[in-house]
Structure formats: C-alpha cells, structure tokens
C-alpha cells in the first residue's frame, strides 16, 4: 500500500467535506469499521477515562463534581457539535479561519429524495468513508478539547460558570482553530498544479501554510492547556493552596483512568488517519512506544529528583508521552517517537514543577505542564522527526502521487511554530474574554463556605463515598 500523506502544501487529519463531483466514490468498509472502532475509543478516553484520572486527582469531597463536569461537557459537546460545530470547523467559509453552515444540523448528508449519503474523503484518492461516522468521529475531539480545560481550575468554580464557559470557548475558540489546521477539501481535486493550488487556497489557513498536525496537538492539547492556565489566573486558588493538603484522594482511580486513556488514544491517534492501512499501524506504535518511553523516563527523572518513584508521576508521564506524539504519530519513525517520548516525560516533569511555580498559578491537576508543555515539544518536534533523513515520512505529493523529495526541518520546524504561536494567542484571548463574560453574568466561583464543604454537596446534592 502506498502511504499517503496530505499534498505538499498541507498536513493534519484532513476533512472529508462532501465528495467532490469528479470522484468516483469507493467505500471501503474495512476503513469504516476501523472508523467506529477509534471513535469508541475516543469516547472511552472522556467517559470514563480523562473523567476518572481527573476525579482520583481531586480530593474526596470534589470527586462528583469533576465527574459530572466531564460527563456533562462531553454530553453538550456533542449536541453543539451536531447543530453548529462540524459544519463551522468542516466546510468552506468566507475564510480560511472558519467554515460556514452548510452542515449545519448535519443538513445534506443524507438525501431523502435519493435516498443516498454523503462520504467524506480521506487521504487516498477515490477512497471513502460514511460522512456520518467522521462527524461522529471529529466529535469526539472537541468534546474532550473542552472538557480537559477543567482540570485547571477544578475544585472551585460554579457548574453553571463552566456550561457558559464551555458553549464560548468552543464556539469561538476550538471551531477556528479546527478549521485552520484541519480543513481541507480531500484528495480526489488534486490532479495537478492547478487544482492543487485551488485545494489549498479554500484549505484552512494553517493547512495552507503547511502545519503538520497528525491527531490534534495544536488543536486539542495547545488549545486547552492555554485556555485552562487562563482560567486558572482569571479564577485564582484554591483556599488553602500552598498551606493545606491538597493531595489527590485516589491514586487508584488516577491510575484506571490514565490506562484508559492509554487505551483509548489509539482510537484517537491511529484513527486519524481515517483509513485502516499503514499509516494507521505507524500511528498505532508510535503511540504505543512514545507513552511508554515517556513514563520511564518521568519516573527515573523523579527517582533522580525526589529519591523515589511515584505512581502519580507514572500516570503523569505516560499521558505526556501521549500528548507530545499526538501530532507527530503520522508522521515520524519509531524512533522519532522513542526520542520525543523520552524528551517528554523529562520536560513535562519540570512543566509541572519548576515552571509552575514560575508560573504562579493554581492549575490544579497540571493541565499546563502535561498537555500544554507537551503539545508544544511535539508540535515542534514533528518539525523536525517527519523528515525522511531521520526516518520520518516527509509530505506526499499528490500531483505526482509519491512522496515528495523536498523537506527543510528548518522550515517545517518555523511553520510548526507559527501553528503554536497562533494557537496560543488565540486561545488566550477567546478564553480570556469568554471567563470575563461568564464572571460579569453568572460569577465564575462558589463562595468560600461551599469550596470548603465541597462541591459534591454543595453544587450536586451527592457524595461520592458513603462511610
């Protein structure tokens, strides 16, 4: 099989926006069967993965209330995400910074009259997938961009701040962020020079510079980290921090939901290469040797450091080996991903020692130092790994239908930092904006007398353990 990557100016999950009128549709069922698999997956890393290494992390009396954030963002991700969100991040816009409605309410996948479905393109030419199943599946992602950010500032602010919160912050700062990195019309109109250079001029405006971004470190992990450090600054800490225990309550739990999440970002990694083939496979054991490559290096740096081995820092590394491969899993070699891995479990160790205290904020389960100080070393590093002269598998030429010859590490590395640069103003800005908002009508934290009881009982009602 050939391996196929997005066109010379272009890289990323690609969309599948409707197949083009001169493509002849092929359907390939094996590659939708994978597709439902990974988007299991996927939904298995939110609910009950990220949701249970979240809820071990916090104390006791705030367990329900991280739960049911978590559950309750995913939930309402999915029904924005079918009204408005894909057709913003996933069609052709009056820019390339946002879609247009075209899709909205998943209007014109299906054709009553025909009794037909729309397919979504995917990284080889005349080879399809249901419509259906990459919304479902691009889904996912914004659900659990949205709901990481919450492990910033968990254990003090309001339900309802955090609803409003999440509505703003994925309207206006995942959806364009999406579309910038992600969007572009799909192989199949890539003929020749002419028609590449139309598909990468109505292509999102970090595709068309030439982003490489396999499974979403920009667009997931970049996106909320930042988002999540500003909560933090805008909400301020906890009562007690730095002078009472805040230590997590269940380390068992922790450890469940991390393995989980392990488990479920194959889907999330692997799958983003839409197809069931090579590059799928690349994904699927980068991923598997970066994150562990990553918890043996942050256990042996905290060994070092601290004089032993925890199983916090265990789970912490593996989830930043995760992080750091996500964008490069595609792209790079086994051992590009052996060195990012080990790369990353060191320096999200100081991610969420040194630099959060130079920081100065309250993120209370690390969110910064894991997905965001991992984001940007494997945004950065897919620069430089993907290159063919250090096993990596370059850009694919869809004109000429073979891998391209040409690749400049310095100059992929400065496109990948324009791509982290301008997902961190943005997010600092729309997430800036939306806290003030969602401060001004509703206020952002509980009062002190409930952030002392707990949210569990104040907020929902409910305990999570019973003596």
């Known amino acids: 099989m050939k391996r196929i990557l997005p066109s010379l100016l272009a890289a990323g999950l690609g969309l599948g926006a409707a197949l083009p009128a001169w493509a002849a549709p092929a359907v390939n069922?094996?590659?939708?069967?994978?597709?439902?698999?990974?988007?299991?997956?996927?939904?298995?890393?939110?609910?009950?993965?990220?949701?249970?290494?979240?809820?071990?992390?916090?104390?006791?009396?705030?367990?329900?209330?991280?739960?049911?954030?978590?559950?309750?963002?995913?939930?309402?991700?999915i029904v924005l995400w079918c009204v408005y969100g894909y057709s913003l991040a996933f069609t052709q816009g009056g820019t390339p910074f946002i879609g247009g409605f075209d899709r909205a309410l998943l209007n014109g996948i299906y054709d009553a009259a025909a009794g037909s479905f729309s397919m979504a393109a995917t990284f080889s030419k005349e080879t399809m997938i249901p419509e259906f199943i990459f919304v479902a599946f691009q889904g996912t992602f914004a659900a659990i961009t949205c709901a990481l950010i919450v492990g910033a500032f968990a254990e003090r602010v309001r339900f309802s701040a955090v609803m409003l919160f999440t509505v703003l912050f994925f309207t206006f700062g995942y959806l364009p962020i999406a579309h910038m990195v992600w969007f572009w019309a799909g192989p199949d109109a890539i003929t020749d020079a002419t028609t590449l250079a139309s598909v990468t001029d109505a292509a999102g405006y970090l595709w068309q510079k030439g982003a490489?971004?396999?499974?979403?470190?920009?667009?997931?992990?970049?996106?909320?980290?930042?988002?999540?450090?500003?909560?933090?600054?805008?909400?301020?800490?906890?009562?007690?921090?730095?002078?009472?225990?805040?230590?997590?309550?269940?380390?068992?739990?922790?450890?469940?939901g991390a393995s989980l999440l392990w488990v479920g970002w194959f889907g999330f990694n692997a799958g983003s290469a839409l197809e069931a083939g090579d590059i799928a496979a690349l994904a699927f054991i980068n991923t598997l040797l970066a994150t562990a490559c990553a918890t043996v290096s942050w256990v042996i740096g905290e060994w070092f450091v601290k004089k032993r081995p925890s199983m916090l820092g265990a789970a912490s590394g593996a989830v930043s080996g995760l992080v750091a491969i996500t964008p490069a899993c595609g792209f790079v070699g086994p051992m590009g991903a052996l060195v990012i891995g080990l790369l990353a479990g060191i320096i999200c160790l100081w991610g969420v020692t040194g630099l959060k205290r130079l920081l100065g904020a309250d993120d209370s389960l690390d969110v910064f130092g894991v997905h965001g100080v991992g984001g940007i070393l494997g945004?950065?590093?897919?620069?430089?790994?993907?290159?063919?002269?250090?096993?990596?598998?370059?850009?694919?030429?869809?004109?000429?239908?073979?891998?391209?010859?040409?690749?400049?590490?310095?100059?992929?590395?400065?496109?990948?930092?324009?791509?982290?640069?301008?997902?961190?103003?943005?997010?600092a800005l729309v997430s800036f904006v939306a806290f003030k908002l969602v401060d001004v009508v509703i206020g952002l934290r509980v009062p002190e007398d409930q952030e002392r009881e707990g949210l569990d009982i104040t907020s929902h009602g409910e305990s999570a353990y019973h003596s």
Do not use: C
């Open 379 to 427: 945004a950065l590093l897919t620069g430089v790994f993907a290159s063919p002269q250090l096993g990596g598998q370059g850009i694919w030429d869809y004109v000429a239908n073979k891998a391209s010859p040409d690749f400049s590490i310095a100059n992929q590395v400065w496109v990948q930092a324009q791509a982290v640069g301008i997902t961190i103003v943005w997010s």
């Open 212 to 256: 490489l971004d396999f499974a979403g470190g920009t667009v997931v992990h970049i996106n909320a980290a930042v988002a999540g450090l500003v909560g933090a600054y805008v909400i301020g800490k906890r009562i007690g921090y730095g002078r009472e225990s805040m230590a997590p309550h269940s380390l068992t739990m922790t450890m469940i």
């Open 29 to 77: 069922k094996g590659d939708t069967a994978w597709m439902f698999v990974a988007t299991l997956l996927v939904i298995m890393m939110s609910i009950p993965g990220l949701a249970l290494f979240y809820g071990g992390l916090v104390r006791a009396k705030n367990m329900l209330s991280i739960l049911m954030q978590v559950f309750t963002i995913f939930s309402l991700i």
